[in-house]
């Protein structure tokens, strides 16, 4: 048996439910059970004044018997993998890559929640883990070796090198307040404004201008420009290799279909029967991208064709996979696993492809090339954007161009429709007028009114407590609401049995600091 431990966000939006799923869709990710392994996960909540949530898996080194009825063979397949660098071969540590793992399910999780946070790169001098606190006194050493590994993390990021990659990992471009938050830590601010012009006006950094020539305040690195430039150029090359089986047939049968609107069958042209080999299909929330790439998975597959679903996400692969894709999986499984698949002359469809970083797509262009495959891209550029470095999809969009669905589907109404077109072409005014033109939004003089009026309508409001959700911005307005909802319930008889109060009003946090 291996014990793993996994460090679990502590941000107060988020409760156990929400680090359940987030530990799930790790394990889920690191593909132990699909493996046969056996996995145990146990959470453990901070000790009162820490913030060191965290999970604990058991994890069977070998594999169940496929009757289930115990172990057999050890998994000696999934054992960490060797790698050839420089003519040395290097082992990848299971750690490192539980760690990456973690670090991207988390951040997708954040994103998906609509939470700002992201899970911070690996330290270069990582802390030690802090037990609980019955044990402070065994382990007291540690806080003192912390305080020096922090001392030689303020070191590291005195290297303007280090900087730059630390904030191109997560962006393209960047302008000079992301340096400034970059060295933040170091107390000196003097030394911190020397290293941000050092970082500034390093040989590899790249100002970007307007076409008029003025400057657009934002920087690039050489490396991140060679990248795409060498992504750009596989892209090509692709773009170059078509393989059809049956193409005549597959347009009739484009033709013959019911229920699908003009728009989408244009889509579909688009997407199976392009002399391109690179296709993009874009599209706002609620046009039917989804129901287009359904239909593009059922046709090309009664034609022979071989369809391979990708999406960045486990949460995206299960929709596809429920929709009808039989072989699908996350890009960065696909990617790991790359040599186990079977993929020559497949059509690879790549969902929600905004989402996908750009050092993932320079990996799964030279894998599409090397197999000859065509590749479908689609998504919306304006919607949740990748965790890591990206802005890709848009990129290739531009070079390549792209079926853009425009009609509203998802909204049955022609109002409900042109709210969500206004909203998606970012005209939020005009949006919300047609809202509140057809009672989806009300406003009031004053707060006050506004949260009166929103008690009485939640208590007459025909649907089950669980089903209605109140949202605000401020925590002392939430207490007010809770408070208030809470009285409600109580009078008819929603909440019975005692209740308890806990207040941490009195408790001070940084004292006399500015």
């Known amino acids: 048996m291996k014990d793993i431990v996994i ?3 502590d941000e107060k939006e988020l409760n156990l439910e ?5 530990t799930h869709r790790i394990v889920d990710a690191m593909e132990w059970v ?44 999934l054992n960490p993998k060797i790698i050839t660098v420089n003519g040395k071969k290097v082992v990848i540590k299971d750690s490192k890559m539980i760690h990456e793992i973690a670090k991207e399910e988390t951040n997708a999780y954040f994103a998906e929640l609509g939470l700002p946070y992201r899970v911070d790169e690996t330290s270069e001098v990582p802390g030690k883990h802090i037990g609980p606190r019955r044990i402070r006194n065994l382990i007291n050493e540690v ?38 938050k970059a060295v933040k830590d170091i107390p000196d601010p003097t030394a911190r404004e020397q290293l941000v012009q050092q970082v500034l006006s390093s040989n590899r950094i790249l100002e970007l ?22 992504i750009i150029r596989i892209a090509n090359k692709i773009n170059d290799q078509v393989y059809y089986n049956d193409i005549y047939n597959l347009k009739s049968d484009i033709e013959g279909l019911a229920n699908v609107s003009e728009e989408q069958k244009q889509a579909l042209r688009h997407i199976l029967l392009s002399t391109s080999g690179v296709r993009v299909l874009r599209g ?39 929709k009808g894709y039989t072989e699908v999986y996350t890009v960065k499984g696909f990617l790991y696993n790359r040599k186990k698949i079977f993929m020559q002359d497949s059509l690879i469809v790549v969902d929600e492809a905004g989402m996908v970083g750009t050092k993932a797509y320079a990996e799964l262009f030279r894998v599409v090339r090397n197999n000859n495959c065509q ?41 409900s429709r042109e709210a ?61 609401l809770n408070s208030s909802i809470r009285s409600l319930l109580k009078a008819n008889g929603t909440l019975k049995g005692t209740e308890y109060e806990r207040s941490i009003d009195g408790r001070k946090s940084l004292y006399g600091r500015r």
């Not at 929400?18 to 987030?22: D, G, T, V």
């Not at 009485?456 to 939430?478: A, G, M």
């Open 7 to 9: 460090a679990l966000p």
């Open 18 to 22: 929400h680090r359940i799923e987030l």
């Open 34 to 77: 699909q493996n046969g392994l056996g996995v145990q996960i146990d959470i453990h909540k901070p000790q009162i004044g820490d913030k060191n949530w965290h999970a604990h898996i058991l994890l069977t080194m070998r594999r169940f018997r496929k009757d289930g009825t115990g172990l057999g063979d050890r998994a000696v397949d």
């Open 143 to 180: 806080l003192n070796e912390n305080e020096l590994r922090k001392e030689a993390h303020l070191k590291i990021i005195n290297d303007a090198d280090v900087i730059t990659d630390s904030i191109t990992h997560y962006k393209s471009i960047f302008t000079k307040q992301d340096v400034e």
């Open 209 to 230: 201008y307007h076409d008029d020539g003025e400057s657009s305040k934002y920087f690039t690195t050489i490396e991140v420009r060679n990248e795409e430039t060498r």
């Open 284 to 322: 706002r929330a609620g046009t039917g991208k989804s129901y287009v790439l359904i239909k593009a998975h059922k046709l090309a597959t009664n034609r022979g064709q071989k369809v391979i679903g990708l999406a960045p996400t486990h949460k995206a692969v299960s929709e596809l996979r429920s």
């Open 375 to 415: 590749l479908i891209l689609a998504g919306d550029e304006k919607q949740l954007a990748s965790i890591e470095r990206g802005g890709m999809f848009e990129m290739l969009s531009n070079i390549f161009g792209s079926h853009v669905l425009v009609n509203i589907r998802r909204q049955s109404e022609n109002w």
């Open 420 to 480: 969500a077109m206004e909203f998606a072409e970012s005209n939020i005014l005009s949006g919300i007028t047609l809202l509140r033109q057809n009672n989806c939004v009300r406003f009031d003089n004053t707060l006050q009114d506004s949260m009166s009026k929103l008690i009485y309508n939640w208590s007459l409001s025909k649907f089950k407590p669980h089903e209605k959700l109140v949202i605000t911005v401020r925590n002392k307005d939430v207490d007010i």
